[in-house]
């Protein structure tokens, strides 16, 4: 009887154990970050975290962050699929010295969503990247503030796959950066992307520009009812070098003005092309600038005019 107690007990410790473990261990599926929060909190409605850092931790695969008061909630690293989703307060996690705001580097199926984000790399080191993305299926930028990532190589977004991944800006404004959106897939990789309803203004290079350097896979770019506007250098550029991939970018309903000597419109090399429809480009340096093999194609129903030099250089090719 001794025994069988003996072991009755052990047993009833062990389950005690499991029990008093698994809950530390679980992961839940919605978390909670406060500016008065504790990243020792098991991020609840009641009990939130202080950084998305500490969040991520605590909050399931295909799960969501969100923000229950104003904050800065620090940088984080995203491996996983999941959402930070904060568009009813100013939630804004500050990247200068440096560094990157939101990396992204997670598995070839997952899927990340930024929601309502104020990325601000200002300090006396500005920020690199406001948004770095790696690899993943797809990421969707919406509702967001991304500005002052001003290193040399820094853009507000950079999006450099190394696999098949897709990008979606939605309603966000990408300003004073260095690039806005800089697109160069790594490798073989693919980048397909869309922008539109956007603000991408006052970059100090281009706004966006998308670079075939060190790439095979090639990008497509679409770019809708937007503003790319104001930028140093161009407007929406492509830089491919010789024996370069397939990179196209379309534009269709775009306002390109007050952009630098680079061009409103830029394709540099072959396999570049850039095709614009119901487009406005004015005020800027060079309208349009297809070089070393690169091609602008028209429908014929934009208004380029009001350049330093409209162009076309060399002449537009016109579509049907």
Known sequence: MKVIRFFLSLAALLVASVLLIAPASAQATRTWVSGVGDDVNPCSRTAPCKTFAGAISKTAAGGEINCIDPGGYGTVT??????????????????????????????????????????????????????RFLAGAALHVEDCLIQNSTQPTGSGISFAPSGTSELYIHNSTIIHNTNGVRIQPTGSGVASVLIDNSTIENNNLAGVKADGTGNTGGSNTTIVNSSVS???????????????????????????????????????????????????????????NALSGGVISSYGNN?????????????????K
């Open 303 to 319: 208004q380029i005019n009001g350049n330093t030099s409209d162009g076309p250089n060399p002449p537009i090719i016109p579509l």
């Open 78 to 131: 995203i491996t996983k699929s999941i959402t930070i989703a904060c568009e009813d307060v100013e939630a804004s996690p500050l990247n200068s010295g440096g560094i990157n705001g939101v990396v992204i580097n997670a598995a070839a199926t997952d899927i990340v969503i930024l929601r309502g984000l104020d990325i601000n790399g200002a300090g006396t080191t500005p920020g690199l990247n406001g948004i």
């Open 230 to 288: 104001g930028n140093t250098n161009a407007g929406i550029s492509i830089l491919n070098p010789v024996g370069g991939p397939i990179i196209k970018i379309g534009a269709d309903n775009v306002v390109v003005a007050n952009n630098g000597v680079a061009g409103g419109l830029r394709a540099e090399g072959a396999n570049a092309t850039i095709r614009v429809s119901r487009s406005t480009i004015s005020g800027n340096g060079l309208g349009t």
